[in-house]
């Protein structure tokens, strides 16, 4: 198993400073990274930077589905739709351990403004998603009876139900979708850094875009990269990338419109649901997601305009409570509790629009590909399930830059058929390695599951380590089934630099346990320490920083509240 640690960084960092690349892409989240690994595909030279930590924009903070949005239907935007439904069955294909088809449920009551829609639309609007997703046999929509839907979800109220419809979609894990793409793009040749921030641009004397000024997030060195093609894949911050150079603003015809979307985690023993469920927002015309997801039940999301720190955007109690009180109404047995919620978090859709006076939720999801007078491709906008498209499709660009300006020839795309790390297994075959993995290893059944699903056909990697030391084999919270191995693997085969990266986004522990994530926050840093050399003052440092980052970001806004009114009621005794 080829390395991706700091060492591979601080070779990239070397790298970096001294060739010219073909292509450099900015922006490390599901967007960037499928551009590296198009263009290294295509035998380009290509370096990919990332100012945090691979996928902590919006790429770990989706609702994550690969799907192609039932609710586009109603926008007419039937393209988007059939793209995303042929990427979901590509997506299946080359990265199986990452994409699970899974059933969706929609309640159909018998007084109507219980209802998303009327039934008959609901229908006819699932019709089409089958017929725009190529047929599928196996996988069409259906009816449920009420007994059937209740069986699904034994806590839906009951009361009027007339029954409901069942299709299908599939869930993903997000952040490891984008270092599994990340490491396959590595392994074609391109050269990543995390923690490394463009700050602006270097100019050939015909004016045109030719390098970037980059610093070292780490040591606050700054240097120059030298690039033929620059292409800005940053999400929400597409625009203020676009604005360093000092002719960009004057180049912005449409405008990102940051949409924040905030999810609440919850335990599984509370909210009792083995489909996921689409349920009507009480608020307006919208319904929530509630979704069964590795042991827990992730809740959302909301669609609202933000405006605000786009590096940390976090749940507000009324936020959470808006979502409860829908759970609440449509799963009424559940009764859950703000202390019900594990963690909570907001993600920013980089919606891009030329008007300011529609709702966030009717602006296309379609992504928007243009390139400045002086060279500078941005892509943005678009969705998880439509990287590779929207990767080929910035490549197809630049590939035609190069050709054009410099003469260089690649070949086409050709990332469809391209395994991604950890895709080499099939789902059964990855079924009956969780079923030897309890045999012989003697691991758990909800270990097992976990690796084999979250790692694919590399969890042999982790069991090595596990075969070389029997400590790695213990779980990083109790009754939780990641294991200590997670973390050594992280940092030398993920490039997890620092602890909220293992913790957060490698393993996705700060949102399935809360507050559990920053009690193993000791040891998982004692881990890491052996692989990264940290002394006891950087452990001390690792811990507070993921602390204030699990704060900021994850923790429930509930949990957040009752701890500064103890605070406050200490404060008033002492
Ligand atoms: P990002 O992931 O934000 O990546 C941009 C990166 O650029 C960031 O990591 C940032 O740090 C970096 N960057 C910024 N400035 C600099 C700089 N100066 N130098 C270097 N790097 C920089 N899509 C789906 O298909 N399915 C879903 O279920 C789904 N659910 C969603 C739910 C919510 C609440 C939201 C908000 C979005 C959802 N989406 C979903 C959409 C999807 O998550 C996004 O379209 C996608 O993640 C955007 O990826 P990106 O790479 O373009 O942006």
Redesign the pocket.
Known sequence: MSEFSWNTRRKSLNNLANTEFDVLV???????SGIALDAADRGLSVAL????D??????S???????GGLRYLEHFDFSLVRE?LQERAILSRIAPHLVETFPFVIPVYRKLQQNYDHPLKMRAGLLLYDLLAGGDRVNRHRRLSAEEALKLAPQLDSEGLRGALLYYDALTD?SRLVIEVIKTACSRGATISNY???LGFTKSVDGMISGARLRDEFTGQSFVARSKVLIN?????VE??IRLDESGEAQLSKRVRP?K?V?LTVSADRLRVSSAWLIPSLKNHRFYFVVPWKGKVNV??TDTDYIGDKDSPRAERAEAEEILAAINQYFPAARLKPSDVISSWA????LITDQRAVKTSEISRKEELSETADGLISI????????RRMARSAMDLAAARLSKRYGIKSSVSRTEDLTISGGAMKREELKRAVLRLIDTEKLSPQSAEHLVFSYGSNYRHLIELMREDDNLRKPLVEGSPELSAEIVYAARHEMALTLSDALIRRTRLAVLAGEGSVECAVEAAALMARELGWDNEEIKRQIENFISEFKKEYESPFTAEARSTQRQHREKKE
């Open positions: 900015i922006g490390g989240g599901i967007t960037g930077i990332e100012k945090r691979f996928a902590s924009g919006t790429s903070r989706s609702t994550k589905l690969i799907h995303a997000d490394t921030r463009l894949a940053t999400g929400v911050w203020d990338i949409s979307g999810h959302g999301t993600g920013l859709r980089p943005s906008g678009g969705k998880l399930t439509t990287y």
